[in-house]
């Protein structure tokens, strides 16, 4: 099986930084694409960021020149390293990868559980 482990969420201080971890471990062949994606009470899931295996990365517009996404392939991990924190950045903060578990088998998609950010004022 495949897991998924998010860490780094906790509370911060408006203008602060969290550094969010996610390592994926278990039956792993390859991973493609890596991602993070946000969830704050009452609102749809969001697209956070993105960062394909070869390094490109892509940042929404919400958090653009405030936010990076990098990752290690050697330990299965993407990072999202957040600055200037805003209230409305308070959400579950959940990755998402690619992952391909048998040279014979097919990419699909995996979440970890999700990291609570919470962000005061």
């Known amino acids: 099986q495949v897991q998924l482990v998010e860490s780094g969420g906790g509370l911060v201080q408006a203008g602060g930084s969290l550094r969010l971890s996610c390592s994926a471990s278990?039956?792993?062949?390859?991973?493609?694409?890596m991602a993070w994606y946000r969830q704050a009470p009452g609102q749809e899931r969001q697209w956070v960021a993105g960062?394909?295996?070869?390094?490109?990365?892509n940042i929404a517009d919400a958090v653009k020149g405030r936010f990076a996404v990098s990752r290690d392939n050697a330990k299965y991990t993407v990072y999202l390293q957040m600055s200037s924190l805003r209230p409305e950045d308070t959400a579950v903060y959940y990755c998402?990868?690619?992952?391909?578990?048998?040279?014979?088998?097919?990419?699909?998609?995996?979440w970890g559980q999700g990291t609570q950010v919470t962000v005061s004022s």
């Open positions: 998402n990868a690619q992952i391909l578990r048998h040279r014979s088998d097919y990419y699909a998609n995996f």
């Open positions: 278990g039956n792993i062949f390859d991973i493609r694409d």
């Open positions: 960062i394909s295996k070869t390094g490109t990365t």
